[in-house]
C-alpha cells in the first residue's frame, strides 16, 4: 500500500479590496445578480460571475423550486449559460458570492459539488484552468487557481 495526500494552495484575502480591480469587478457583478437570486424557500442566495476570454462576463443566480431538485445553482446557471453563449470562449474566472435573508454570512462558502463538477467539465474541456473566487456578503475572499485545486481526482468523459 502507499499512502498519498492531497494539498492545495489558495490565497485568503481579508477583503474584497485588496484584489486586483479585475477580480473587485467581477465579484462585484456577482453580488448585484446575488440580489436578484429567486430564494423563497432556502432565502439563501447566490451569485456567480463568470469571465470569458473575449472580456464577456456572464452572470446567474440560483433558482430555487418547491420540488428542490429541479432548482438550479447560480454557478451552474452562469457556467451552462456562458457555454451556450459563447461555446468556443475559454472560461477564465467565476466569482461566486452568497447572502442569507435569515443571518449575516461571513464565511465564504465554496461551490457544492454538483457544481464543482460542472466546472470541471469545462476546465477539462477548454484544457485550461478557470480561476475560483468566492466569499460571503462581507468578510474575506478565498481564490484558487483552479477548480481541480478543489476538486482532487475529478470524474472527467475519459472514463466513459
Known amino acids: 500500500m502507499i499512502e498519498k495526500q492531497f ?4 490565497q485568503v484575502y481579508d477583503h474584497l479590496d485588496e484584489m486586483p480591480e479585475e477580480d473587485i469587478q467581477l465579484m462585484n457583478k456577482a453580488c448585484e445578480i446575488r440580489d ?3 430564494a423563497p424557500y432556502s ?6 460571475a463568470v469571465l470569458l476570454e473575449n472580456g464577456e462576463i456572464v452572470v ?3 433558482q430555487e423550486n418547491a420540488a428542490y431538485p429541479s432548482g438550479l445553482c447560480a454557478e451552474r446557471n452562469a457556467i451552462y449559460q456562458a457555454g451556450s453563449l459563447y461555446p468556443k470562449e475559454k472560461i477564465l474566472a467565476i466569482a461566486i458570492t452568497v ?3 435569515r443571518k449575516k454570512v ?3 462558502a465554496a461551490p457544492c459539488g454538483a457544481c464543482r463538477q460542472a466546472i470541471a467539465e469545462y476546465e477539462f474541456k477548454q484544457q485550461h484552468p478557470i480561476k475560483i473566487m468566492f466569499m ?3 468578510g474575506k475572499v478565498i481564490k484558487v487557481n483552479a477548480l481541480l485545486d478543489i476538486l482532487p481526482l475529478a470524474f472527467d468523459g475519459s472514463y466513459l
Not at 7 to 10: A, D, E, F, L, R
Request: no cysteine; glycine share 8%.
Open 36 to 38: 436578484q437570486a429567486y
Open 106 to 108: 461571513i464565511v465564504p
Open 43 to 48: 432565502q439563501f442566495m447566490v451569485g456567480a
Open 60 to 62: 446567474g443566480s440560483n
Open 136 to 138: 460571503a456578503e462581507i
Open 99 to 101: 447572502k442569507s435573508q
Open 7 to 10: 494539498t492545495t494552495s489558495y
